[in-house]
């Protein structure tokens, strides 16, 4: 634990006191978003000290030039980049002709800021002293509308404490923003039109290189004691730049508000020449209802949204302050509304690694969205990538493969590869089998079939292509092999035969045999139409069965495990509890040499093969390699506790499962990596969810039934979580003595629990 300013609460996140350390920090986890754009919390009003300003629109990006020492041949030309967009919460204020700037301030007391995530807003509140001596009180909250997902709302009210005041109000636009990452100090953003009309504005820009069209736009009330003042601003507007002056004599003790809407029209869902009449349109929709009414209707969205995702704990609010963050963020960043979107790592909350999809969603994210919305969400995931096909099938013939070889990207915004490290770019290739997986787990998970016929055998055929050219046969090892890669163990880079790569590989060529089959028996019209399409063979087929056959896997005898790679056992293996406290993280302490060489482990690498195809292990054959490799790992990537926890609670070791929950529920809270300021990992955050549901819930799908096996850690009294499970909505409520199970449905469901049949009634508790 590296932050510990938080208060814990079951609903809200809470700071207390202003410390201008710890800004970046809050920036970034008070964030909010309604799935099409989001902002880091800035102040609304002006603030000098040091910030990392963050507002973002969902599916707009820059492809910055790749800047490398070394260029390779096969690099990607460019790397994405999450653009800063033009700002529209700032709001100046002034009083007494001095301006409000909480880093200059004289005095700031009572500093309080809520994220109050059960109802989906953000709020702060203070009393600052100026340097001109005058005593303000500040209270501010604001929220993006999840209904109307192009506008958000502001609400901002000064009360002078010690004399009157002469406050003005600024509300304003600006696009002459820049990025926190950027390869090159390019220009990121071309402003076409700055235009104003009565109390609203509007700034027309558009994107360099990619050319998405955008509209930023406001509309300001302001209001004394509540009631609304008509006042005609002074307007002041530049070439980037649109602000209007709401200026008033306030008396002591009177609150002077305002009310701000705005938001951004974007192209991807408006014809570029109609922006600013569709800026209008939503302008007119919110005023209809004010900022109260936008408020109520927030509340009631996130009401239906917890309604189902909500997860439960009794007897540890900081347990359960994490599990409902993480719910909260992952919520914030994907509605699953727009299939043209993803999953990005950092969500709206920072622009660190580019990109909007990384294999995160296939592996991590999925599962979540799958079970507490419904099976249409986790389908565009799906066909996210099958959209992304012919790409992938580019990014494989850059480096040399051939036939419909299929690559997905490390990192992409469109299908084209937009990571430029290059033991990631041309090495991390275990990223296709999670692309594999999801299909694989989609069907297992809902019962539907249909996506395989229709697109997903396509993305299944492109895999195994890749594989199955990517494998070498080695006549020493008289086995295929797959040399020079990357797993999901990034301390270890151009390793041969990771065993989590080379096992995925195999799985994912013998997956795609198999639909194969299954397609060609029951849907020979689709067959036949993938088949033209895909020039598919018999004797190309027997090819890939050859290498999935053949392939081979490092073993050691003398430990009785699969070995990470072949020369895991040639490094000085010390484990991670002789490690001095002061060397980590060790990513950012050691070079990157010593990591190399070092036995460390990022993240579950062997063990996420373990994972994924836990049923292909016994339980002991897990608790050797799970004993083996844990002690190794370091788990400095966000993505690590979880599986480690599912696996320890699968072991029946809680108190470790515990621990490992804990810190993936709160890595962003307490800043576990020392990073938070850059922004949260919101892509691990799903596998919070993963570490109750399927860790302490033991939740699977076992001979195409609903399996559960409930444990529970002693430092809880209960905690209960629901799952959509083909169209099918189960309560299951675990306590320290049993488990009950709820259904909301219209049939009867059968399910396993510890291992016996049972058969859940619709609307009737069962008890275990």
């Not at 009003?45 to 629109?57: A, L, N, V």
């Not at 109390?199 to 004691?225: G, L, P, R, W």
């Not at 229709?454 to 295929?480: C, D, N, P």
Request: hydrophobic share 35%; with cysteine; aromatic share 14%.
């Amino acid at each position: 634990m590296n932050l510990d300013y938080i208060k814990t609460d079951h609903w809200s996140i809470i700071e207390e006191g202003f410390n201008t350390d710890r800004v970046k920090s809050s920036e970034s986890l008070f964030s909010i978003g309604n799935g099409a754009m989001g902002q880091r919390a800035n102040f609304e009003e002006d603030y000098s000290g040091p910030s990392f300003q963050g507002s973002y629109i969902a599916g707009v990006y820059y492809p910055d030039k790749t800047r490398v020492g070394w260029w390779k041949n096969g690099y990607p030309e460019y790397f994405a980049k999450v653009l800063n967009a033009p700002n529209w919460i700032g709001i100046n204020v002034i009083i007494n002709k001095e301006k409000l700037d909480l880093f200059t301030c004289k005095k700031v007391e009572h500093f309080r800021r809520e994220l109050n995530m059960k109802e989906g807003w953000l709020s702060r509140s203070f009393i600052a002293t100026l340097q001109n001596d005058m005593a303000i009180k500040v209270e501010a909250k604001r929220f993006l509308s999840l209904d109307i997902d192009e506008v958000g709302a502001i609400n901002y009210a000064i009360t002078p404490l010690n004399s009157n005041a002469e406050i003005s109000f600024l509300p304003y636009l600006d696009s002459g923003i820049t990025n926190e990452d950027t390869n090159w100090d390019d220009k990121f953003w071309d402003t076409i039109h700055v235009s104003h009309e009565n109390h609203q504005a509007f700034i027309q820009a558009k994107t360099m290189k990619t050319d998405f069209y955008t509209c930023t736009f406001m509309e300001s009330q302001v209001f004394i004691n509540g009631n609304l003042v008509l006042i005609e601003p002074n307007i002041n507007a530049d070439a980037t730049y649109a602000s209007f002056s709401y200026d008033y004599a306030v008396k002591e003790g009177d609150t002077y508000t305002i009310h701000k809407f705005g938001g951004y029209t974007v192209d991807r869902n408006h014809d570029k020449n109609a922006l600013v009449s569709a800026s209008k349109n939503a302008l007119e929709k919110v005023k209809e209802l004010g900022f109260h009414g936008l408020l109520d209707k927030q509340k009631q969205a996130w009401a239906k949204i917890w309604n189902m995702a909500d997860i439960t704990i009794q007897g540890d609010v900081k347990a359960q302050q994490g599990i409902r963050f993480n719910i909260f963020h992952l919520n914030q960043t994907y509605s699953g509304k727009d299939a043209t979107l993803n999953i990005g790592p950092k969500g709206f909350t920072g622009e660190k690694y580019g990109g909007s999809t990384y294999w995160d969603t296939e592996a991590y994210c999925i599962p979540f969205y799958m079970a507490t919305k419904d099976q249409d969400v986790a389908r565009n995931l799906l066909e996210y990538r099958y959209h992304h096909l012919e790409k992938a099938i580019e990014n494989a013939q850059k480096l040399g493969f051939s036939n419909g070889a299929a690559l997905y990207p490390m990192v992409t915004m469109n299908g084209e590869e937009s990571h430029n490290e290059w033991e990631i770019t041309f090495e991390e290739i275990h990223r296709n089998g999670a692309i594999a997986f999801a299909i694989f787990n989609y069907y297992r998970y809902t019962g539907d079939f249909s996506y395989i016929p229709e697109m997903g055998l396509e993305v299944l055929i492109g895999i195994a292509r890749f594989w199955q050219q990517r494998a070498t046969f080695s006549t020493l090892k008289e086995h295929y092999v797959i040399l020079g890669v990357t797993g999901p163990n990034e301390y270890e880079n151009n390793v041969n035969n990771n065993w989590y790569t080379n096992y995925i590989a195999k799985w994912c060529i013998n997956y795609a045999l198999e639909s194969i089959e299954k397609v060609k028996e029951g849907y020979p019209e689709d067959f036949k139409r993938i088949e033209g399409k895909t020039k598919i063979s018999d004797q190309e087929l027997l090819q890939w069965k050859k290498v999935a056959d053949g392939m081979y896997f490092p073993y050691s005898e003398k430990h009785q495990i699969y070995l990470q790679q072949d020369g895991f056992l040639d490094k000085e293996l010390v484990t991670v509890a002789d490690l001095p406290n002061e060397e980590r993280p060790i990513n950012q302490k050691w070079s990157w040499d010593r990591i190399l060489r070092s036995p460390y482990i990022k993240q579950a690498d062997t063990l996420q093969g373990f994972y994924f195809f836990e049923d292909d292990f016994s339980m002991e054959v897990l608790k050797r390699h799970f004993d083996f490799y844990e002690p190794f790992t370091v788990h400095e990537s966000s993505l690590s506790p979880c599986v480690h926890s599912i696996q320890a609670a699968k072991l029946g070791r809680m108190e470790q499962a515990y621990t490992f929950y804990l810190r993936t529920s709160r890595l962003d809270l307490d800043d576990y990596n020392h990073e938070v300021e850059e922004g949260l990992h919101i892509t691990s955050m799903a596998g919070t969810w993963m570490s109750i549901v399927e860790g302490f819930g033991g939740m699977r799908i076992k001979e195409n039934t609903l399996s559960f096996e409930p444990k529970i850690p002693k430092q809880w009294e209960g905690y209960s979580f629901k799952v959509n499970f083909r169209n099918q909505v189960i309560r299951v409520k675990v306590n320290q003595k049993k488990t009950t199970f709820e259904l909301d449905g219209t049939q009867e469901l059968g399910i396993v629990v510890n291992g016996k049949a049972l058969k859940l009634v619709p609307n009737n508790l069962t008890t275990v």
